[in-house]
């Protein structure tokens, strides 16, 4: 009974200690040519060595991490075919989550999730400015309504998959929100609600068919969208910019 309890413990320790190292990637922590070590990383987590060199082994594995000759990795890069790649894998998983949450059926406290998610991207969108606490308020919401509907499908290995898909760049909305464009960010923003509110309507209705087809549009579409709005936002800040002279 001990040993299962200790290598339970174990387990537990790596997974956090890779989950810490994913999101240290995702936030561009480390530079290009850095090198990353075991010790240098333990001192930075507060961990021991034993973890941090298991879960820079699981990285390793997964991709995430280059082998250096001697000792340490380096973090890989990822090329614009890759990114497309990693968000065409995300919209299916997503997908499949929407539409297991739609057979499975909301339950009162994720539908209250959901129900202030929308809420919230909605109050945005009539406040119609994006400022900084826009875009904090909208990552808030977003990753609500995601994490809802990921941990709502009760399948482990969906979650497990997206969770290893977070430490790659994306280029989801708050790529858009950071742009110069701000009526192309106030229209991205439009379409991502507008969206949700689909989405949320099929999983309501057990409509798992459009759960799973709204919803893997939404998080495979941003790369496309992105190229759609760009001439609608040059379009705009010249109206702007006549407007203003």
């Known amino acids: 009974m001990s040993h299962m309890v200790d290598t339970a413990h174990q387990y537990n320790t790596d997974d956090a200690a890779a989950n810490a190292i994913r999101e240290m990637i995702a936030k561009n922590t480390f530079?290009?040519?850095?090198?990353?070590?075991?010790?240098?990383?333990?001192?930075?987590?507060?961990?021991?060595?034993?973890?941090?060199?298991?879960?820079l082994r699981m990285l390793h594995a997964e991709g995430l991490l280059v082998k250096l000759d001697g000792r340490g990795y380096k973090i890989r890069?990822?090329?614009?075919?890759?990114?497309?790649?990693?968000?065409?894998?995300?919209?299916?998983?997503?997908?499949?989550?929407?539409?297991?949450?739609?057979?499975?059926?909301l339950s009162s406290l994720n539908r209250e999730r959901l129900d202030k998610s929308v809420e919230a991207t909605g109050a945005i969108i009539n406040r119609g400015i994006i400022d900084n606490e826009a875009i904090e308020a909208f990552a808030v919401a977003d990753l609500i309504f995601h994490r809802t509907i990921m941990q709502g499908s009760d399948n482990y290995f969906?979650?497990?998959?997206?969770?290893?898909?977070?430490?790659?760049?994306?280029?989801?909305?708050?790529?858009?929100?950071?742009?110069?464009?701000?009526?192309?960010?106030?229209n991205r923003v439009i379409i991502s609600h507008s969206q949700h509110l689909i989405i949320k309507k099929a999983v309501e209705a057990g409509d798992c068919t459009r759960a799973f087809n709204m919803?893997?549009?939404?998080?495979?579409?941003?790369?496309?969208?992105?190229?759609?709005?760009?001439?609608?936002?040059?379009?705009?800040?010249?109206?702007?910019?006549?407007?203003?002279?």
């Open 158 to 186: 969906i979650e497990d998959c997206l969770r290893r898909l977070d430490a790659m760049p994306r280029s989801d909305l708050q790529e858009v929100l950071t742009s110069d464009r701000v009526n192309w960010s106030i």
């Open 31 to 55: 530079g290009e040519t850095e090198r990353i070590t075991e010790t240098g990383l333990s001192e930075k987590l507060g961990m021991s060595r034993t973890p941090v060199r298991i879960a």
């Open 77 to 105: 890069q990822f090329g614009r075919d890759a990114l497309k790649h990693a968000t065409e894998v995300r919209g299916v998983l997503e997908g499949l989550a929407a539409q297991r949450l739609a057979l499975i059926g």
């Open 215 to 245: 919803m893997r549009e939404h998080s495979s579409g941003p790369l496309e969208y992105r190229e759609l709005f760009k001439p609608i936002a040059f379009q705009a800040s010249q109206t702007h910019d006549l407007i203003n002279r």
